[in-house]
């Protein structure tokens, strides 16, 4: 099995920052992508952010100037920093790993539980 939890969710103010971090355990043999989602009340899931294995990194136009993706492939993490957040960053975040369990080989998609972010003065 393999769990990912996240950790750093809060309250912040507009224009704050905050740093949501995500850890893999388990029988992980090891790790394509890893990304950061989101999903605000009544909307669908979104992909916020998404780094490969080799460091190559994608964002969604919206956060593509404040967030920043890093991993750190040896202790299998995700971090996302958030900066200059906006109300309409409210939401549900959750962690995403394409992993590859060690014997016998299986490819698993996991997900995090998710952490609330609510961006509110």
């Known amino acids: 099995q393999v769990q990912l939890v996240e950790s750093g969710g809060g309250l912040v103010q507009p224009g704050g920052s905050l740093t949501l971090s995500c850890a893999a355990s388990?029988?992980?043999?090891?790790?394509?992508?890893m990304s950061w989602h989101r999903q605000a009340p009544g909307k669908q899931r979104e992909l916020v952010a998404v780094?490969?294995?080799?460091?190559?990194?994608n964002y969604a136009d919206s956060v593509k100037t404040r967030f920043t993706i890093s991993r750190d492939n040896a202790k299998n993490t995700v971090a996302l920093q958030m900066n200059s957040l906006k109300p309409e960053d409210t939401a549900v975040y959750y962690c995403n790993a394409a992993v590859v369990t060690t014997p016998p080989y299986r490819y698993l998609e996991v997900w995090g539980q998710g952490t609330q972010v609510t961006v509110s003065s």
């Open positions: 388990g029988s992980i043999r090891s790790i394509n992508a």
């Open positions: 780094m490969s294995s080799e460091g190559i990194t």
